[in-house]
């Protein structure tokens, strides 16, 4: 038993960072031998809360993760014997266990993994692997997908999944329960897919991710332009899917894509968390050990040899960006084209207003601007202030400058983002002066 330290006196900071790292692998166990996805999270989380009891008082455990399952073990026997005092789940449970196994104060710290019949090294990957594609099982809708994921491959708590979904914890923890419950009367089974099944629902898995992602890149609503907590945690859901799903490209590809947009992060905001256009940023403030692992996942996804998918063509885009010395030396050429082929690929009203902004790096804001009229007049982005702004840009480089404030100023009524917002009412300022 280890004793706490000085920088957390409390223990509870080693609790937060055990479940962390940790959590997964235990709700994947737990439901691995209940054959109850839902039970097991709720036992994984008794023994969190005991844990934050426990730890504070007796010491940090020496194994924490296999102190962490032994009560979860035995909260599922304790569920067992109130469902039936000869239920024969229990009585195996119970026999695993065995005499020495109580959890008495810290006792349970000194568990060994070889001896932990729960805890098969060789299994933790498919645990793992089951809990995201379970997590993001079609049956459910896309939010509860995004909460569920937090919540049990992620290790979030209730009140940061509401913060990353930007609800109410309550709201939070009613999608999760809800989620739960859909599982259970779907008579989903706690196992990894078949290839076949495991290739159909890739991509919601691969989904949710992103999504969790595009959020923490550029929050939607806020003080903060980044939120680097959860575009950090997408990564990390990230690498996880690609190592257990190495024969995937679009996996692959998607690792590369989040590396590659996170390698910008250091130099999209000042100190004073204001953003700083790509023409203005410090390329020396990028991240170029991300961007390197970034091309090697691109890399990796394009020899599988079947071309690259959606998220493959964003990433070599970003590729593009991540390489080019200035925004005047990029390949705009390359990135039009990209467009282009992600436009067929995965046909979008955002992927026709990203190509138009390239087409105006590439070719001139008048040939860009009927692209983005085309999406104006179809109402596609009508509540987004995406449009506004990139047409407001647009004109603003045709001399246009009275149709650019108009633009800008619904952009501005749009933006949910204080920090995109500020950016936007700087340019109307610009061209109020330059009048």
């Known amino acids: 038993m280890s004793g706490t330290t000085a920088g957390d006196p409390t223990g509870r900071g080693a609790v937060a960072a055990v479940w962390r790292i940790e ?6 166990a737990l439901a691995r031998y209940t054959g109850d996805f839902a039970l097991a999270e709720d036992l994984a989380q008794e023994a969190l ?6 730890w504070p008082r007796d010491g940090v455990p020496r194994n924490p993760s296999g102190w962490l399952l032994t009560v979860g073990k035995r909260r599922a026997i304790d569920a067992f014997r109130r469902r ?7 009585a195996v449970l119970a026999r695993d266990l065995g005499e020495g196994g109580a959890v008495t104060g810290g006792g349970a710290g000194s568990a060994r993994h070889g001896d932990d019949v729960l805890w098969d090294p060789d299994q933790i990957d498919d645990d793992v692997l089951a809990l995201m594609f379970i997590s993001c099982h079609p049956v459910l809708s896309k939010e509860a997908r995004v ?65 969790i992602f595009t959020e923490g890149s550029t929050a939607s609503s806020g003080d903060d332009l980044i939120r680097f907590d959860l575009a950090g945690e997408a990564q990390r859901l990230a690498r996880v899917l690609a190592r257990l799903v190495p024969d995937q490209p679009e996996a692959h590809g998607l690792l590369a894509l989040l590396e590659l947009t996170a390698a910008r992060f250091p130099a999209r905001t000042r100190p004073d ?14 991240d170029h050990a991300a961007i390197r692992r970034g091309r090697a996942a691109l890399a990796r996804a394009e020899q599988a040899g079947r ?27 390359r990135i039009v084209l990209l467009y282009e082929a992600l436009g067929r690929l995965a046909p979008s009203p955002v992927v026709d207003l990203n190509r138009a902004v390239a087409v105006s790096m590439a070719r001139g804001p008048a040939a860009a601007l009927p692209i983005v009229d085309g ?27 009275d149709q650019a404030r108009v633009e800008l100023e619904r952009a501005v009524l749009l933006c949910g983002n204080e920090r995109e917002r500020s950016v936007l009412e700087r340019k109307i300022a610009d061209l109020t002066a330059s009048r």
């Open 23 to 28: 959590s997964a692998r235990i709700v994947g």
């Open 49 to 54: 809360a005991e844990a934050l009891v426990n």
């Open 84 to 90: 039936s005092a000869l239920d024969e789940k229990y």
């Open 147 to 211: 909460a569920l994921t937090l919540r049990v491959v992620g290790g979030l708590t209730s009140d940061e999944i509401a913060k990353a979904c930007l609800v109410p914890t309550a709201t939070a923890q009613a999608r999760i329960t809800r989620a739960k419950k859909a599982l259970g009367a779907a008579g989903v089974p706690f196992a990894v897919p078949t290839a076949e099944e495991r290739t159909a629902r890739l991509g919601s898995v691969l989904n949710v991710i992103y999504l």
């Open 273 to 286: 968390g204001e953003p700083v256009l790509l023409e203005h940023q410090d390329r020396r403030r990028w």
């Open 307 to 333: 071309g690259l998918g959606a998220y493959g063509l964003q990433a070599a885009i970003a590729e593009c960006h991540a390489v080019a010395p200035s925004v005047e030396e990029t390949n705009w050429e």
């Open 375 to 401: 999406l104006a007049g179809s109402d596609l982005l009508a509540n987004s202030h995406l449009l506004p702004s990139v047409r407001g840009e647009l004109l603003v480089r045709l001399g246009r400058a």
